[in-house]
Each structure stands twice: as C-alpha cells, then as structure tokens.
C-alpha cells in the first residue's frame, strides 16, 4: 500500500492499550506506523520492532515518571495538551519534510483527547482523524452535557440523584459523566474543546461495535457531520498484554486453573480508579461474605496515595479461608476468557467492559467517574448483562450482588444474555459481513483516499 500512519497515543493504559491495538490492526493492512509518545508512561518499544517511535518531551517534573496514573486526570491531561504543543509540531514538521525515499503520511490518527493536534494538523494542512477510545453512549452523554448544565442536573442534588433524565434514558442524574477535578471549570473547557476538535477532524473511529451501540451511533450521527468509523473491539484483533505498562502476574492463571468452572468473582477495578480506606474494606469484607472464591487485583495506587503494600483489614484473611488470591495486575483478557471466572466485578472502564463482553461474562459494576458512569448504567439497563451496586461500595449489596449474580436463579436471565451478547458482539468482527469488519474496510479505503 505504501502508505505511512503517524499515530499519538494518550499515555494512559485504558487509552494506550486500543491505540496500539489499532496500530497492530493497520499495520497488518499493509501500513507503516508512526508512534510519537511522551516520555511519561511510554510504550515499551521492543515490542513493536516494525513501528518507529518519536518520543517528544512532556514537560512533566521528574516525580511523574513511571506513574500509570494521577490523581486530578484533567488537569493532567490540560497540562500535557499545553506542554506538547511545541514538541509534537516540530516532531510533525521533521517527519513531513523528511520524505526522500519515503511514502507519503496519510493522516494523523490521536486521541479525541489530544485535542491540541486538530490545529496543528490544519496547520499542515494533514488529515487528522480523532480516535474516540471509550463508548459512543458515553461520547453522546458528553454532547449533552450543556444541555444538562442548563437544566441544573449538574449540580447532582442529592435529591435529584435518582431522576431518570428523559434527555437521554436510561441515565440518572447521578450518572452524568463528570470527571473529579479540583476545578470544574477545567473540565467543563477540557471536553469542549475535545468535542469542537473532533468535530472538525477528518473523521472519528470509536472502539466499539454496532451490534452493541447502533442507537447510540444513530444519535451521535446528529451531533458529527464527519465519516465515522466503528472498528471495535479492537482487543480481539490484537490482546492488550504487549501494552501493559505493569507486569502481568500470570501465576493468576495457575490459580485459575485449580478452581472449578464459572466458580470464581474477578474483581478489578483499572488503572487509574482509587479508594480510601474506608471502601477498601468494604470491598473486602463484600467479596469475604459472599463466601465465593475471587481473584482481586489491588493495584499499587488503588489505595489512596499508597503505592506500596495494603494492609486488609483485621479478620479478613481468617474470613475469606484460603478461598481467595490477590495479584498486584493480572493479564485481565486470559482471566476473563477463563473457564474459572462467573463474574467480574468492575469499575467499568471501557476496555473492561468490552473485554469482559467478549468473554460472555456478567458484570457488577461500581464507577468511579466519567465515562464508567455510563458504561456501567448501559450495562445494568440496556444490555442487561450486570448489576450496578446502586449504593457505592457497602458490604451487604456487595454480598448480596455477589451470590444472586453467581449462583442464584435471579442471575440466572443475565447470565445468559452475556452470553448470546458475547455471540453477537464477537460477529462483528467476522471477515464476510461483521459490521466492525466493512466499517475498518470502508476506513482503510476512506484514508487512502485523503
Ligand atoms: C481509563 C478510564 O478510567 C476508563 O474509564 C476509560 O474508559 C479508559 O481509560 P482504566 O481505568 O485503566 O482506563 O480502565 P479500562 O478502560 O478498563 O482499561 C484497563 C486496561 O488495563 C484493560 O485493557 C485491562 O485488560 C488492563 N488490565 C487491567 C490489565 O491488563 N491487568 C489488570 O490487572 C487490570
């Protein structure tokens, strides 16, 4: 095809893992990628040696290094789009003026994110294409979010909380995405300008599939007039292992492999997500109550501002008698596609969500901000396929969601549509007719054509 890409991923594993997956997916069409990333949480280039890699200096202090995640993620991400500015045109500028004996760059394909690439793009006058990393459904709460404002929603009165929004059902009130920040202000500029740069890219790719949200795409249709291309899920093309930015303990595997079927709760919670200590145990005792065996990752970070080792709480180890294993990371994809695993209890990031969909496994969610809100409400009402512990993190609903997901007969209707929506969702991606499949052949075609 003789066609270079230069892709930019957000250096956050939730966004990195689908950038690079997408990078896999195209270089095997036959095109030649460009990876530019920041110094913070970069990829681990050894495991690519058919990318080239431009790194760009972020402007981050030296503490940052080597954190996979941080604590007010606007204003890191405001900081970082301000910071790379510089760096990322020049690094542009050498690689379009180097083009003795090169092919020609089609586009650049970043984050929805990054939205300070758009102008740098017109600059050069080269198609950009914004990659929308979480859902559409999500996506779609985003652009409403003015209309939300308006009618005082945001202020998620306590009374308000439960009121079903006839703006968008099946949302709540209290299930308006809205990132934690010290300063809501950021926010509210940080997904406007993400939205008004995506609006004038070239196109937009969401990683998700029809089969899941066709509604939700038909909806956006009236917000972005840009060609947009559903290619997802992405992970099944090329799994998120090379891109982990911590080790995967796969001793989680071997444990697995002595627990009898659908018999074990996973629970994992990303990257990013934090709690006191208060909700930690509440977790803890939860997952103990419930007498199920379970595989709980507890990431350095998931406690607030501790890195290093978690003291459970008092009891616990007695309580939970040898039924449970905790790993630091977990190779997530290989978990969940285990024969082991009944139930995954989540934050419902988006990758997890997908990845957890694929594998025909039901979900309890417990979002913490963003765009899980969303995904997790979808999950509980429209897909059907999981159970939102609608009172945070309390060990009663905890145990109680536990044992009726699992074992009981009520979990027995969820259980099976996670399945035939496993079926449904996996066709997507079948080379004669799935949706993701035409759409990744009508975006290949689409950006040759630029
Ligand atoms: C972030 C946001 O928090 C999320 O809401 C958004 O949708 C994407 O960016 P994160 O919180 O890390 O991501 O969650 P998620 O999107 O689920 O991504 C986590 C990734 O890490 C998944 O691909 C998962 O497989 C991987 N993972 C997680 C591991 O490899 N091992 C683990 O133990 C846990």
């Known amino acids: 095809m003789g066609r270079r890409l230069v892709l930019f991923p957000v250096p956050f594993q939730g966004h990195i ?12 069409k036959g095109f030649t990628i460009i990876i530019i990333h920041t110094k913070f949480n970069s990829p681990d280039q050894s495991k690519y040696p058919d990318f080239t890699f431009h790194i760009i200096p972020d402007g981050l202090a030296e503490e940052h290094d080597d954190e996979a995640s941080t604590s007010d993620i606007t204003l890191f991400l405001k900081q970082l789009n301000f910071n790379c500015f510089v760096p990322f045109r020049e690094c542009l500028a050498n690689l379009l003026s180097n ?4 092919d020609p760059i089609s586009c650049l394909i970043t984050d929805t994110n990054w939205y300070f690439t758009q102008d740098i793009a017109d600059g050069f006058k080269l198609p950009r294409i914004a990659f929308r990393t979480c859902s559409i459904c999500c996506f779609l709460a985003y652009q409403l979010l003015p209309l939300f404002r308006e009618k005082g929603y945001l202020q998620k009165q306590d009374s308000q909380l439960e009121v079903r929004l006839t703006e968008f059902p099946p949302l709540k009130v209290k299930d308006i995405p809205f990132m934690k920040s010290r300063d809501h202000r950021v926010v509210d500029k940080f997904i406007r300008q993400m939205i008004e740069k ?12 029809k089969e899941l949200e066709e509604n939700e795409l038909i909806k956006i249709g009236q917000h972005i007039c840009i060609p947009t291309f559903v290619l997802g899920p992405l992970h099944k093309y090329f799994p998120a292992s090379s891109s982990s930015l911590l080790k995967q303990d796969r001793t989680a595997i071997s444990w697995l492999d002595k627990q009898a079927p659908k018999s074990v709760i996973f629970v994992s919670f990303g990257s990013i997500a934090e709690m006191d200590e208060a909700q930690l145990s509440e977790v803890a005792w ?3 109550n419930s007498k199920q065996p379970f595989l709980w990752v507890i990431r350095p970070g998931l406690l607030q501002n501790s890195q ?6 008092n009891g616990f180890l007695e309580a939970e008698d040898g039924r449970g294993y905790i790993v630091k990371w977990a190779p997530q994809q290989e978990v969940l596609a285990h024969p082991a695993v009944g139930a995954f209890w989540t934050h ?11 594998e025909g496994v ?4 417990s979002p913490f901000f963003g765009d899980q809100m969303v995904n997790s409400r979808f999950v509980n009402d429209v897909w059907k396929i999981g159970v939102q512990l609608e009172k945070g993190l309390a060990r009663g609903e905890i145990e109680m969601v536990i044992r009726r997901l699992m ?3 009520e979990g027995e209707e969820i259980r099976a549509t996670a399945m035939s929506l496993k079926e449904k969702i996996n066709s997507s991606l079948e080379e004669h007719g799935g949706s993701s499949n035409q759409s990744l052949e009508s975006f290949i075609d689409y950006i040759v054509s630029l």
Do not use: D, Y
């Open 286 to 288: 939860g997952i103990a």
């Open 99 to 102: 083009v003795e004996n090169e």
């Open 348 to 358: 419902s990031g988006w990758n997890s969500t997908l990845e957890s969909i694929c």
């Open 362 to 365: 039901p979900m309890i969610c």
């Open 17 to 28: 893992n689908p950038m690079i997956q997408l990078a896999n997916l195209l270089h095997s």
């Open 198 to 209: 995506t609006k004038a890219a070239s196109g937009l790719i969401f990683n998700s599939s």
């Open 407 to 409: 074992s009981e007969k």
């Open 308 to 313: 290093e080792l978690v003291r459970l709480p």
